[in-house]
């Protein structure tokens, strides 16, 4: 009798364990899928955005055309696609990334891109640079007004200082213009945490600094301005 109910004990045992290894193969499994689920939504998202910014510089090259005077130097792009154009860097981020030429799904997993049809680095006119918000830009959400930008080049340092934080719909091209007067513009997918593909844009832009003005401009920080304050005003 004793060893009766042992071996039922036993028997019940081994059932519930395998009870509970069927659970968790279930949760493994479907955590698996999720993870799949998630990668493919980032590689998605990468690609739309790459095809986005694309068809981004199609119509800013067409709006550049029609734009065209002596106030706006032209560009060239034939510069080679290895090593980066410059390095990117905010301080008070702590974001420091290479700028690549160009907005591929490639180029935008292994740094920041140069959008085709604005300036390049060192060059006078709008420098647009276009990351992904889930990546190297993701530091964006922080930014402020007044903070300062710095793009590191062989030849030198260019500081810039953000003086506009705009949300735009994906059509809208006029940010990345040609310009007069150098600046910055930075690009990014919007809002932050959106899963899938997201349908607003988030634009950073900064004017250059004059050499004189660049200690001042480290320690400047009345303006505190930032997205959280930008949601806010657009509610």
């Not at 479907?30 to 199609?58: C, E, K, M, P």
């Not at 809208?172 to 310009?179: A, F, H, K, T």
Request: charged share 20%; proline share 6%.
């Amino acid at each position: 009798m004793t060893v009766k109910l042992r071996l039922r004990g036993l028997n019940r045992l081994q059932l519930v364990g395998r009870r509970i290894a069927i659970w968790a193969e279930s949760l493994l499994l479907a955590a698996g899928v999720v993870l799949l689920a998630l990668a493919a939504l980032a590689l998605a998202d990468s690609v739309f955005f790459s095809r986005r910014i694309d068809r981004f510089q199609q119509t800013l090259e067409s709006v550049s055309d029609q734009d065209k005077s002596s106030d706006y130097p032209e560009t060239t792009d034939a510069v080679p696609s290895e090593g980066p154009l410059a390095l990117l860097d905010i301080p008070r981020l702590n974001l420091s990334v290479p700028v690549r030429n160009g907005t591929d799904w490639l180029t935008l997993n292994h740094g920041v891109g140069r959008i085709t049809g604005t300036a390049r680095p060192g060059e006078q006119g709008n420098i647009g640079i276009a990351g992904h918000r889930d990546t190297y830009f993701r530091g964006l959400r922080n930014i402020k007004l007044g903070d300062v930008i710095e793009l590191k080049r062989a030849e030198g340092i260019d500081t810039y200082k953000v003086d506009r934080l705009q949300i735009v719909p994906p059509s809208n091209v006029g940010v990345l213009r040609p310009s007069a007067v150098p600046m910055l513009t930075l690009v990014t997918c919007y809002p932050f945490y959106f899963v899938g593909s997201a349908p607003k844009r988030f634009v950073v832009t900064a004017s250059l600094v004059p050499e004189a003005g660049l200690r001042e401009t480290a320690t400047d920080v009345g303006n505190t301005t930032s997205v959280n304050q930008l949601n806010k005003e657009k509610q």
